[in-house]
């Protein structure tokens, strides 16, 4: 292991021996993201088909009737949409060499799509996490509310339409925010290829959110980070904590007002709730808490750039939480399985005699 040259400078106010370890330490991390980096992209191209797959089994009609299966379908087109940019980057640059050999420039619709692109990745990945949420809180209310019909209609479709409007209007000024937060800029490159120079595209931070020592930056930065990651790594486990305290206490009244099969369909949503969460909080909690104690250690540059490493090798477990989702409906709901069940017979058939004729097929458990 190397001895790590930098500790010093990257580890300032700490005795030589603790600077070499956490210095080592880094190393280790950097060498674990440089591998996962190098899988990220397989994970983003099989979260795209599945998801494509998942959204096409949640918007079957018996599926719509549900809000939850609505909202679920709403993520999994946004987790799609955030893997947009993962796939610009790994594929971008082979499609740029045929149009530039000499790969001596970027063109402005080049970086212009990437900005866009950014945006999209960053709008797509706090509205999925605040749909996550309102599942969760959509189910703790209907759970402690059963027989009020203002909280049954909670469970109706139009719901998760108001609630996708309510979360874009909400964030979207963060978007916003993101999409001014960078700028194009150029500069002449030369290359063997071209003496005289090209002009080189690029992004920049934006030169208002430069000013004031970057206070807009900074400020953007902070909220960003609170509104998409910790504010929901903290209120997560507070509504999870309520939807186990209501299952339980509502589980004994439901056993004496409802049929076997209809408490057994409640109790199967609710655990799917609770699934999505835990597979949440595996991914998103600690990247929440690496942005946000990074700010405590801007003098030790060591540990910022641990906490990066430690924040990206969490985004790729995200990646991979984009499409458990699918997986998780297919072990908790017996409803979901029937219509996968369906969606795959109906395309065996069409390929086998021209027509599909499992939509008059009854599916059971």
Known sequence: MSTCNAYQRNYPGYDNATAIFLCQFEARLFKISGHVFNYEH????????????????LIRKPLRSSSINIIMAFISIFDICSMLFRMKQSYGPSIEYIFDPCMQSKWYFNVYLEKILLVVKDHSQRSSTWLLFSIALIRTLVIRNPMNPKYE???????????????????????????????????????????????????????????NDGMI???????????????????????????????????????RLFSSKKVNDSS?????????????????????????????????????????????????????????HFFICIFMSSQYRAELKKSIYCRTKAKMNGDCLA???????
């Not at 930056?217 to 997560?236: A, E, G």
């Not at 939509?359 to 458990?365: A, C, E, F, Q, S």
Request: proline residues 4%; charged residues 10%.
């Open 42 to 57: 397989y994970l983003s191209i099989a979260s795209i088909f599945i998801n494509i797959f998942h959204f096409l089994i």
């Open 153 to 211: 209609r909670l469970a109706h479709p139009p719901t998760s339409l108001f609630t996708m409007i309510c979360i874009n209007l909400i964030f979207g000024p963060i978007s916003i925010a993101t999409f001014f937060g960078s700028d194009i800029t150029s500069q002449n490159h030369t290359s063997s290829c071209d003496p005289d120079g090209v002009l080189f595209y690029y992004l920049d931070i934006s030169a208002s959110y430069k000013q």
């Open 268 to 324: 199967k949503n609710t655990q799917l709730v609770l699934f999505l969460t835990c597979v949440f909080f595996i991914a998103q909690f600690p990247i929440g808490i690496s942005i946000g104690a990074s700010y405590f250690f801007s003098e030790t540059p060591g540990f910022m750039i641990i906490l990066h490493e430690i924040s990206y090798i969490f985004s790729v477990i995200l990646v991979a939480n984009t499409f458990s």
């Open 217 to 255: 930056l900074k400020i953007y930065t902070l909220i960003n980070s609170v509104v998409s990651t910790i504010i929901p790594c903290f209120i997560f486990p507070i509504v999870t904590v309520f939807l186990v305290k209501e299952l339980w206490k509502a589980e004994a009244n439901r056993k």
């Open 359 to 365: 939509t008059g097929i009854v599916m059971t458990k």
